[in-house]
């Protein structure tokens, strides 16, 4: 006897389809990363990410807007400055690179939601998220004095007009810390959006070159999460709601579905994952070969990380993936 059950009749026709479809994307879910520099008319390619751009301040204007008008949610920024320390006191300036671009992207397009990354690996000559001791075999970043400079950094961004502050340096008590030091200056309304479980990933060497963020001696893992952990993750997402984060996110996403699953089951607030630089250029070299469909394969991606419980998504796909959707409308 034939099966009652046919799941194919639903699939037979696009408009089936379309309609039983259960999980979808639409550019207001995706924020958009920008990279931007000193200087004036720079739009300098990252030669392992692309189409993605070291961007001057008006240039990012530009791209903003072009963001904006393809209907992206957000964009968030990370900063070169033209200038690094030991302390990464360019991070935290009130005229540094970061607080000048949210105002220039609040002058002219105020209606833009503008996102500013919280963390230090930009900014010091060393390249690691924090403060190092004095004696670089002591070990590890020095983790409560660098909190105090995540702090100034995020008032600078907020005093400069961002939408949220997004604290990525994996320090214990980030949140808590930004929290006290935004609500002291006024500040309560802003969200904070942390990256809550952030992996020591291989993932990362594309977006070390587009953020000239490498460290210079040493690794991460002393304060990045262990790939093979995912209990812990949920650990750290707890801790981070206890502190006052507004929305947590999963870094990186693609190897990382159960967890983004995990802590989307669990979590009161939205979720966030960022579909990083390695999974971008794996998607671009590929295409490029012709080994693959790029925009097939991009698109299923994404979709598969929201199907496993992401709200947003971090990607550098943002605008090609808001033009691929217009396109299929």
């Known amino acids: 006897?034939?099966?009652?059950?046919?799941?194919?009749?639903?699939?037979?026709?696009?408009?089936?389809?379309?309609?039983?479809?259960?999980?979808?994307?639409?550019?207001?879910?995706?924020?958009?990363?920008?990279?931007?520099?000193?200087?004036?008319?720079?739009?300098?390619?990252?030669?392992?990410?692309?189409?993605?751009?070291?961007?001057?301040?008006?240039?990012?204007?530009?791209?903003?807007g072009a963001a904006r008008d393809a209907g992206i949610g957000a964009v968030i920024l990370f900063g070169i400055p033209g200038a690094k320390d030991a302390v990464g006191s360019q991070g935290y300036a009130e005229d540094g690179i970061v607080p000048r671009a949210i105002r220039a992207l609040k002058k002219e397009h105020p209606a833009l939601y503008v996102i500013a990354d919280v963390c230090l690996c930009e900014y010091t000559d060393h390249g690691h998220c924090g403060l190092l001791p004095k004696d670089p075999r002591a070990g590890a970043v020095l983790n409560d004095p660098t909190l105090e400079l995540l702090a100034k950094e995020s008032v600078a961004y907020a005093q400069a007009g961002a939408d949220m502050v997004a604290p990525s340096a994996m320090m214990d008590g980030q949140v808590g810390a930004i929290r006290r030091a935004l609500d002291a200056r006024g500040f309560e309304h802003l969200p904070i959006l942390s990256y809550a479980a952030k992996y020591a990933s291989g993932f990362y060497g594309p977006f070390r070159e587009a953020a000239q963020s490498a460290p210079q001696q040493g690794d991460r893992r002393g304060y990045q999460m262990d790939p093979a952990n995912a209990r812990e993750a949920l650990h750290e997402v707890a801790l981070d709601l206890e502190e006052g984060a507004d929305m947590v996110m999963v870094k990186?996403?693609?190897?990382?579905?159960?967890?983004?699953?995990?802590?989307?089951?669990?979590?009161?607030?939205?979720?966030?994952?960022?579909?990083?630089?390695?999974?971008?250029?794996?998607?671009?070299?590929?295409?490029?070969?012709?080994?693959?469909?790029?925009?097939?394969?991009?698109?299923?991606?994404l979709t598969s990380i929201r199907r496993a419980g992401a709200d947003v998504i971090l990607t550098y796909h943002a605008r090609e993936v808001a033009r691929w959707l217009a396109k299929d409308r």
């Open 252 to 301: 990186p996403a693609l190897s990382y579905l159960d967890v983004i699953r995990r802590v989307a089951e669990r979590s009161p607030v939205p979720v966030a994952a960022y579909n990083v630089s390695g999974e971008y250029s794996m998607v671009k070299a590929a295409a490029e070969r012709g080994w693959i469909d790029g925009e097939r394969i991009a698109m299923e991606i």
């Open 1 to 64: 006897m034939f099966p009652t059950h046919r799941p194919r009749r639903l699939r037979s026709h696009p408009w089936g389809r379309e309609m039983a479809r259960e999980t979808r994307l639409h550019p207001s879910m995706l924020i958009e990363p920008c990279f931007v520099r000193e200087g004036s008319g720079r739009r300098d390619p990252v030669g392992a990410m692309p189409g993605v751009f070291q961007v001057s301040i008006d240039s990012l204007v530009k791209d903003c």
